[in-house]
């Protein structure tokens, strides 16, 4: 079928651009859906200047509109069974150029559908609510082919050998009211992107870009030679034996038979290299030695036997010899070129033998050493340095090592082996030591590394290990790579201190909030505008719920006390659920953050609530948590247990449960805007793919994700780009102007032509502070423009408090952006023009939200109120430093609310700048 595929698609893949269409039957707007599908083939026509050669089913829904958005040069290849007739579209049958691909002894149709679909169209158009219902042949499939090349069961795809593009269009469906956009994380050729970005607005296309990898790279040519290097050495030994043949003796011992055969084995041991990496300590102890020693034996006895030792068994042990040594004194007028060959064999044997014997008595880690040594010596190349113990410091230390060519050094205690078998057969070398000492931390030669990472299991010895390393860093001369260094420390407090102690520009962070953040941020719980139709009433409010309370809830819970403020209209309500053995964790918690019994000026409410002890107790209609969920609100559930398995266990009880409310069966038809994310620490990305299948199976509509794994989380990739801030430092820069800093405009001054730019700046009508904000952004993007490391350079200058405090900031500002009902990613139209796009009344009502937002902020880092303001005005600086705050209030003074609102004049312009980056 595939053959005829080609045939039929060759005259077109020349004068017609192939695009497939995958989506859902049962679409809501389908008038709306189609006029965006039309659109969309206008701009690929006028993009590439070719009609449209659509692949697609014929089905209703999303398949019949894209059949209908066809003109005149348009072709159509229809995949279904030539047999059936077009009973929708017989319009169809007469159309020029349409094709049918017979599908009629297929078992499964639609993942055949699929393939065709994902293996031949340079543009592959999805309509669909983003949610994984686990169908085979289904829009969800299409879309993870698309990008990954399996299918949900495993199947491997050949996806084409040319650049294709994904348009996704997030429309609701009537199994479904409420999409949700999915972020495509990695990219099936490797390439990654940033997957922290919001999602976009229902009936907004999201597209992404899959690129063609070169055909020669190195990469690909080396993986080519190790392909091949057998085939090609077989090839030549045959061509040697027929010149062996023909001139006897008088060859060479180069083209000698034997000699060749020896290239073919190392060949093949080259092949056994590539494609069994992870059996790579078997084939250097045992395949490598024996295939060594049969060729040895195998050559000797030939030279022997048709030599001097007619004898069988003497020409055999006196190949034996050979392996020993024993035998390759013999004269030199009794060998032949076939007993050379077998004495150079058998003396590679005995050398590797030596050397194998030496590295089993020396150990792994010495072995490690020595190569360490060996690699400094020879190569120039630079390495990473990952110290510390347990999942996260080898995940983080194989995903290093899985770049191409790269080193890696992880210093471990690891008094148990597990982390020499999880990184066994990789580019790392395991050096085992006291991870507080002086003496070992030297020996990683840290100083030289490219990236130094300290994520050992505890935040006090991480803390101590970053101690240490300045240390010694402060005895090294020339040497200033400290802004390299990347530690994981989850307390607040810990890490100001240590950047007060050690140095500025360490780059610290925490796994779980890390995790939380993203997830907040790409799945916000503030869903207000998810509406089934525009007379529906708009919501006022948004529940989550926290099944379990480990560290990841407690993250989660820390980002929703600092994110969750929506202004008055507005509320959040947060619901815990908490087991037995969690009841000393939550009084540490509510202790350590006692601010969240009181009654200071935050606008979310929590409710603790003890979980039923037994599962059965789950099931029981009574149970407040379906109670809790409501049709007039947007809910978000995150499962959050300590044990990941029972978190996923406790899901798949809840579940169906769960789908019967979103679809509204027991909430008098309104469905309810559900959504459920499940914590997991699945090692394996095929295992998740299995699970997540299976889960989405219980309620096939509910939006249900797993999150936290830590092959992804713990990553140099997310973990650096974690620590970017790039509209952190950008909000940075726009108040070192503000602020007049001498240091910033003495090394970075303006240019005549942005002289000129701000003394252009209208004043006619607008207030000093709008005035001003307009003159800071012109000056940044005359600093981004021409030097960007002024970002670092202002970043550098501030405390840990205030680069906080502008993370957080802008984390809020994605927030803002939804409440102003703004897409992010159109942003650019509005970012010349910025006052006349935002209301001067919304401007004040978000500064009064971005206030509340400080407010929460500054309590969760332990802050109290102040009441006297005289003696604040008085002692501001030594009040300060006792952490009391006087404007922990709602009201608050002029000047004080003109800080707020500043910076919702300048969001849309820090955003754009991030989409940009």
């Given at each position: ?54 692949i697609s089913g014929t089905a209703v829904g999303a398949d019949e509109l894209g059949v209908k958005a066809l003109i005149q040069k348009d072709k159509f290849i229809q995949i279904t069974d030539k047999k059936t007739p077009n009973k929708r579209h017989p319009e169809l049958d007469s159309q020029v150029g349409i094709e049918y691909i017979d599908l009629s002894k297929s078992k499964h149709s639609y993942r055949v559908q699929a393939e065709i679909i994902v293996t031949h169209a340079r543009h592959l158009i999805a309509i669909w609510d983003g ?674 405090s502008n993370r957080e900031s802008m984390e809020h500002g994605w927030v803002k952006m939804r409440l102003m009902n703004l897409d992010v990613y159109q942003l650019e139209e509005i970012v010349n023009d910025i006052l006349s796009a935002i209301n001067p009344e919304t401007i004040k009502q978000l500064g009064a939200i971005e206030h509340i937002r400080w407010n929460a902020e500054k309590l969760k880092l332990g802050w109290n109120i102040y009441k006297n303001e005289e003696r604040w005005k008085e002692s501001k600086e030594e009040l300060k ?35 940009k980056k």
């Amino acid at each position: 079928m595939n053959d005829k595929l080609q045939d039929k698609l060759k005259k077109y893949s020349s004068s017609h651009l192939i695009v497939g269409l995958t989506g859902h039957m049962d679409l809501i707007d389908g008038d709306r859906v189609g006029k965006h599908i039309c659109e969309k083939f206008d701009e690929l026509r006028q993009a590439t200047g070719k009609p449209i050669a659509l692949i697609s089913g014929t089905a209703v829904g999303a398949d019949e509109l894209g059949v209908k958005a066809l003109i005149q040069k348009d072709k159509f290849i229809q995949i279904t069974d030539k047999k059936t007739p077009n009973k929708r579209h017989p319009e169809l049958d007469s159309q020029v150029g349409i094709e049918y691909i017979d599908l009629s002894k297929s078992k499964h149709s639609y993942r055949v559908q699929a393939e065709i679909i994902v293996t031949h169209a340079r543009h592959l158009i999805a309509i669909w609510d983003g949610v994984d219902t686990g169908k085979t042949g289904g829009t969800s499939e299409v879309v993870q082919m698309w990008h990954s090349g399996k299918s949900f069961d495993g199947t491997v795809i050949e996806l084409p050998k040319f650049d294709r593009r994904l348009h996704q269009l997030i429309t609701p469906r009537t199994s479904n009211p409420f999409p949700v956009h999915r972020p495509i994380l990695f990219r099936s050729n490797g390439e990654r992107i940033l997957p922290t970005l919001p999602p976009r607005k229902n009936y907004t296309w999201s597209e992404s870009r899959i690129s063609a990898q070169s055909q020669f790279t190195k990469m690909k040519i080396r993986a080519w030679i190790w392909k091949y290097a057998a085939w090609a050495l077989a090839c030549l030994l045959i061509i040697v034996v027929v010149t062996y043949i023909l001139l006897g003796e008088s060859s060479c011992v180069v083209c000698h038979p034997c000699f060749v055969a020896i290239l073919l084995a190392l060949g093949w041991i080259t092949w056994l290299y590539h494609y069994y990496k992870d059996s790579r300590t078997l084939l250097f102890r045992f395949v490598y030695p024996m295939v060594l020693a049969v060729l040895t034996l195998t050559i000797g006895t030939m030279g022997f036997y048709y030599g001097d030792k007619p004898d069988f068994l003497d020409a055999f042990f006196s190949a034996a010899n050979l392996i020993t040594l024993n035998s390759s004194a013999e004269s030199s007028e009794k060998l032949t070129s076939v007993i050379d060959i077998a004495r150079l064999t058998g003396g590679i044997l005995a050398g590797y033998a030596f050397i194998l014997a030496f590295s089993l008595a020396a150990g792994r880690e010495r072995m490690n050493r020595l190569k360490f040594w060996l690699y400094r010596r020879g190569k120039k190349k630079p390495f990473d340095v990952v110290i510390g113990d347990g999942a996260i410091a080898a995940q983080l230390a194989m995903d290093l090592a899985a770049e191409e060519e790269n080193r890696v050094v992880l210093l471990s205690r690891d008094p148990s082996g597990k982390t020499d078998t999880i990184i066994q057969n990789s580019n790392i070398w395991l050096l085992k030591g006291n991870l507080t000492y002086s003496i070992d931390l030297k020996q990683t030669h840290f100083d030289k590394a490219r990236y130094v990472y300290v994520v050992s299991t505890n935040d006090e010895e991480n803390f101590r290990i970053t101690q240490e390393l300045d240390i010694i860093n402060s005895t090294i001369h020339q040497n200033d790579n400290k802004s390299n260094w990347y530690v994981l420390l989850r307390d607040q407090q810990q890490r100001r201190l240590l950047q007060e102690i050690t140095h500025k520009d360490l780059h610290l962070f925490d796994i779980n909030a890390m995790i939380a953040r993203r997830l907040l941020r790409v799945h916000p719980v503030d869903r207000f505008d998810h509406q089934i139709s525009p007379a529906r009433v708009a919501r006022k409010s948004a529940r989550v719920i926290i099944i379990g309370f480990s560290a990841m809830a407690r993250a989660i819970l820390d980002r929703l006390v600092i994110m969750g403020h929506f202004g008055p209209e507005h509320q959040l309500k947060i619901r815990i659920y908490y087991s037995l053995d969690e009841k000393v964790t939550i009084a540490q918690y509510q202790e350590q953050n006692s601010y969240l019994a009181s009654s200071n000026p935050v606008s979310w409410k929590i409710k603790w609530v003890p979980i039923p002890e037994s599962i059965n107790g789950m099931t029981y209609t009574s149970w407040s948590l379906y109670r809790w969920i409501d049709p007039a609100v947007c809910t978000t559930i995150y499962f959050c247990k300590t044990d990941t398995l029972e978190s996923t266990t406790t899901a798949s009880q809840i579940l169906p449960r769960l789908g019967w409310l979103h679809k509204g069966v027991e909430t008098k038809n309104q469905p309810c805007d559900l959504q459920v994310y499940c914590h997991y620490e699945f090692p394996d990305r095929d295992d998740l793919q299995h699970m997540e299948k299976k889960m989405n199976a219980m309620a096939p509509h509910v939006p249900f994700f797993f999150f936290g794994s830590l092959m992804r989380e713990c990553s140099a990739f997310m973990i650096r780009e974690e620590e970017r801030d790039y509209a952190a430092k950008v909000l940075a820069l726009l108040y070192g102007y503000l602020d007049k800093d001498k240091k910033l405009l003495e090394k970075y001054p303006l240019s005549e032509e942005t002289k000129n730019q701000l003394s252009l700046v209208p004043d006619t009508g607008k207030s000093d502070r709008d005035q001003e904000w307009e003159k800071a952004i012109i000056y940044a993007r005359h600093i981004l423009g021409a030097k960007s490391a002024a970002l670092d350079f202002v970043w550098k200058e501030l405390s840990e408090a205030d680069r906080s405090s502008n993370r957080e900031s802008m984390e809020h500002g994605w927030v803002k952006m939804r409440l102003m009902n703004l897409d992010v990613y159109q942003l650019e139209e509005i970012v010349n023009d910025i006052l006349s796009a935002i209301n001067p009344e919304t401007i004040k009502q978000l500064g009064a939200i971005e206030h509340i937002r400080w407010n929460a902020e500054k309590l969760k880092l332990g802050w109290n109120i102040y009441k006297n303001e005289e003696r604040w005005k008085e002692s501001k600086e030594e009040l300060k430093k006792q952490k009391q705050h006087f404007y922990l209030t709602k009201s608050i003074p002029s000047k004080e609310q003109y800080k707020d609102e500043t910076q919702i004049i300048a969001l849309p312009f820090l955003i754009s700048y991030l989409l940009k980056k």
